[in-house]
């Protein structure tokens, strides 16, 4: 089936060749072209161009995007979806003054929703799992990176990546996982982190690989949670089953994490809201791509992390949700992009640009994902009647998607 995207006002973040990845300056630059069209055939790009090129073109499908924007669907590369229930109780207490780590002190955050996922039935956690899945897409997610990390036990975090290998199966758009075993220490080893560190080394991940239920590997490094001899280990042992580090890092405290990650290849290292020097130069001259996940910082009222610096350092920066029930509640990239450009100081060009072909980079798929070049896949978001893509983020309360079409087909 082939379908026609006719009079775009303007097609939005156009290639012509596979770029994969955007850096420094160059994030400033968003190619489009004005009174266009698109040509979809299956589930790809085919052909685009200004619509006086687009005569005698013909399709199935033809879609009228008069006084609309077409751009690449959003690559969200941190998620946490799969998890049971909610943390609401905490957002009242951090309001009445306790802090993240307060709260986790006293066994809340991770280890609350640990529990409740453990004592949740595989279909139960799907059903809510998928539910937020397709509030995503309806909010223009083309592509999404789900990580374990809620179950704290071998089962419990193979229970997990089977939900998400379930969704991947059963959801149109692009799904990558992860292994996020090391999240926190759970309950039963809290006097004994080495152990717990031995059970996800010598368990989860060889059982993980065998089953073929993820594609990366994530720690959490962070004081109070597992340091850099922790992740180091960790990072060690998944190099040798294939899994490609993608870790957070410097969400509290800035502490060598950045380095390690780079030192192990990590596609990505995640968070930085703290970040100092060394970390930009760990960061020069490698492949691994520093995540910002701003909506985090909104909900946890803690700083941002400092795009401008990354950006004028010549790095490149994507930009993901960390949508989970303890910091970030929240799937939706339309305010991502908002956020980042309200209190990151981001231009809505280098904004789109990382939630689309950079964030395709954080997950290892943009040269398929993430731009409109021919040859890659037909993800697109057609917005409402707007001014300009610098409305998106400007008029951040509204809803301006109108259709979003995912590997060709209108969802």
Not at 25 to 50: C, E, R, S, W
Not at 247 to 266: D, E, M, T, Y
Request: with cysteine.
């Amino acid at each position: 089936m082939t379908t026609l995207i006719t009079n775009i006002k303007e097609l939005i973040q156009v290639r012509e060749t596979n770029h994969t990845l955007v850096s420094g300056q160059d994030m400033k630059v968003l190619p489009t072209i004005k009174n266009a069209f698109l040509l979809i055939d299956h589930d790809t790009i085919v052909d685009y161009g200004k619509m006086s090129d687009s005569v005698g073109l013909k399709a199935d499908n033809i879609i009228d995007a008069n006084n609309k924007l077409v751009l690449p669907t959003w690559c969200d590369s941190h998620t946490h979806i799969v998890y049971a229930g909610n943390r609401e109780q905490e957002f009242v207490d951090r309001i009445n003054g306790l802090s993240y780590e307060d709260i986790a002190n006293r066994g809340g955050g991770i280890l609350n929703s640990a529990e409740k996922l453990q004592n949740t039935s595989e279909d139960d956690l799907y059903e809510q799992s998928a539910e937020r899945l397709q509030s995503v897409i309806n909010l223009g997610t083309g592509a999404i990176e789900i990580k374990s990390g809620y179950g704290l036990t071998v089962a419990a975090e193979l229970k997990m990546l089977r939900i998400i290998k379930r969704l991947k199966k059963n959801f149109p758009i692009k799904v990558k996982g992860t292994l996020l075993a090391a999240h926190a220490v759970p309950k039963d080893f809290k006097n004994n982190k080495e152990a717990f560190v031995d059970l996800v080394i010598n368990e989860l991940i060889p059982e993980v690989s065998k089953l073929q239920l993820a594609n990366y590997i994530d720690v959490f490094c962070e004081k109070g949670y597992f340091d850099l001899k922790d992740t180091e280990r960790i990072l060690e042992c998944a190099s040798q089953f294939g899994l490609v580090p993608k870790i957070h890092v410097n969400q509290f405290n800035a502490f060598g994490g950045v380095a390690l990650g780079v030192k192990f290849g990590a596609l990505s290292v995640d968070h930085l809201e703290e970040l100092n020097n060394e970390d930009i130069e760990a960061l020069k001259n490698s492949r691994t791509i520093p995540v910002a996940l701003p909506s985090c910082s909104y909900f946890l009222s803690i700083p941002y992390t400092p795009a401008r610096r990354l950006i004028d350092a010549g790095l490149p920066l994507a930009l993901a949700t960390d949508y989970n029930p303890g910091s970030t509640p929240s799937g939706n990239m339309n305010f991502v992009i908002s956020t980042a450009c309200i209190k990151m100081k981001m231009t809505p060009e280098e904004a789109i640009n990382a939630a689309t072909i950079n964030g395709a980079y954080a997950m290892g798929i943009s040269n398929m994902y993430g731009s409109i070049t021919k040859g890659k896949k037909a993800n697109v978001i057609i917005t409402k009647p707007v001014p300009s893509y610098n409305y998106l983020p400007y008029a951040f309360g509204d809803n301006h998607i109108d259709s979003v079409i995912i590997n060709g087909q209108v969802q």
